[in-house]
Structures are given as C-alpha cells and as structure tokens.
C-alpha cells in the first residue's frame, strides 16, 4: 500500500507569509544602508520562521535576512521550507540575492516555492541547476 504524504503539507498562504516578511522588516538593523528585509518561510510542520536582515560597521559581515530565517528555523526545531517570500520595508517582494538562494536551496530544495516579484517559482527555476549536497558525494568530483 502506497501512502501520500502529499496531502499532510501544508498549502502556503501567501498573504499571511507576505505580511509576516513585511513584520519582521520593521525590525531589522539597517542603518548604513537603510535598506530594511524581511522574509519569511513555511516549514513543512505548518510553522512560520522569519528573519531580519543585521547590518554591521564592517560591511561585508552584514546578515542577510534569509540568514536568521535558517537560524529560527534550526533554533525552533528543523524541517523544510516549503513556501518562502522576502520583502523590502515597504512590504514589496524582492528577489534574494545569490548566496541566499544557494542557503535557501541548501533547507527547501527544488520544490521550494518563492514568491517572487513576477508570482510564484520553485527553487529550480530560482536558482537553475544549483549545487547541493548531493554533488558533494558524487564520484566524479573526487580529485
């Protein structure tokens, strides 16, 4: 007998996540930018993690708010993301940059759902062809 646990994953509300992401923005620390992030992801348990982007006098050790999403999401049990939208701090949906799509690839894989500012992708056509850790173990990339 064959079990489908597609029916046990949660459908994503995208005005919920939306308004969670446009929360969360109010809260980052950005003063040398001021340029405020906020994102916001479901977990395939049905919970909501959120993160803020964190600025720093040294620019380039700044946290991208896709960071402390990942962080909540190990620090508040693990899981998968399943549906994720990032915002600028007018609540408008942005785009994650590169080394985020890699990090969101790394916890939600291709079927990961991003509301981008063109409506809603999977992962594998945010980030077409990613490395993961899959390719870590296969033979020919031994050296």
Known sequence: MKFDFAEFVPTPDWAQLRALATEIA???????????????ALVDDGRFVVGCNVENASY???????????????????????????VNGDGEVIMPCGRCRQLLFEHGGTDLQVLTPTGVLPMSEV?????????????????
């Not at 380039?60 to 939208?85: D, H, K, N, P, W």
């Not at 993961?132 to 050296?143: F, H, I, K, S, T």
């Open 26 to 40: 109010g809260k980052a620390y950005a003063p040398y930018s001021n340029y405020r992030v906020g994102a916001a």
């Open 127 to 143: 980030l077409p062809q990613a490395f993961g850790p899959a390719d870590l173990r296969r033979p020919d990339l031994e050296v």
């Open 60 to 86: 380039g050790v700044g946290l991208c708010a896709e960071c402390g999403l990942v962080s909540e999401l190990y620090a508040s049990g693990g899981g998968r993301l399943i549906a994720f939208v990032c």
